[in-house]
């Protein structure tokens, strides 16, 4: 199919969506001023109910906790599929060389850009950690705290080189992270089924409101999101990664090489 | 200035989604998905906000004073995170695409068929 009939596609399905997308259009809410009831009795009432000051992560890690454990689900498959795609196709050994492309030469790194990075990685890892832990009394949470502190991994890459990640880096390890955050999760969810309660009950004592223990059960939650989201991106950055590495045996190093031509070949 | 919102959430739908139909190679596909992506954040953002309130974080003011509408921003945040992890997912595939059948062209990528060294 040519872009020209794709065009021609879209414009006819956009045609027949006109008329509901119109509809919708015109019964929007006025900017500022939004009709949902929901938000705002969230606003009104969580803070007492939940002991918590973050209306986002209650609404993430309690009262829309269900919808947050399939998120995680969804985290969880998504990583496991980049993971097993990659590895797949490049086998478990885990090589300590980086590639390089042939001909250009590999510059030392300065000691100032190694120095930034170690002070900038662990900076960055202790601001995850602290992001994630004040989940419930300000902005962050398990999500953002999560992303930061694997973030901070590819600083290492970046001064450290890739030998020296590989070894900083252990994969096993942020698959564990990754696992038990999920499987924590589960548990948070499943156990008060067993004592005959709704799923993520929250029999955990609240805690005091600005405290950073506060919310009971969503401590958990958090955590485990935390726990699973560092393991997924810190993975994911590990798998990608690993792709610039050198081949080590000659038939896959062939491969490359034909691949780097065909590319450079169309580019 | 009120319908701002709701334009840029529009136009940024809009380019993605020509984006995507005219798309030559995998990765700049995955881009504009991204974009579309971008597009129902702002739009669940903008349905989110209310005037002259504050975040839904009651920190610094007291529970009770207006705040804008936390389940939305909830929606939005998790998206983000798990969009990033999908995107890893669909860069995965077009590095094993890429390494199968030597070509990131939707156009040239016909499902279904063995690829063109049978080595598989």
New interface residues.
Partial sequence: ???RW??L??ALALAALLPAVLRV?LA???????T?V???S???LV??LRHV????????FDL?GF??LG?EC??LC??T??TV??RG?RGERGDVRAGHLPGRPVIPRADATVLVCRVAATLTLLFGISVALHGM???G?G??G??IAASGLLLLYLGEGYAGWRTLVPSPVLAAMEGSGAVLFVLCAGLPLIAGHPALTNGLPLGEW?DLYSGGLMIAVNAAVALS?TG??GL?LV??LE?TREPADAPASN?ADH?DG??RA?T | MTLLPWLVAAWLFAVGLYGLVTSRHYVHLVGCLTVCQSATYVLLLGIGYVHEAGPPVFYDHPPGTPAVDPVVQALVLTDIVVGAAVTALLLAIAIQVQRRRGTLDPQALRPLRPPPSAAE
């Fill in positions: 199919m040519t872009p794709r065009l596609l879209l259009a929007m809410p006025e900017f500022g001023a939004p949902a929901l938000g705002q969230v606003n009104a803070p007492e000051a973050n209306m986002v992560a209650a609404v993430n829309r919808d947050t998120e969804m985290l998504a990583v599929g980049a795609l990659l196709a009394t300000t902005p949470g999500f953002q999560g992303v600005k989201v997924s991106f994911l798998e990608f792709e491969e691949e065909t590319m169309r």
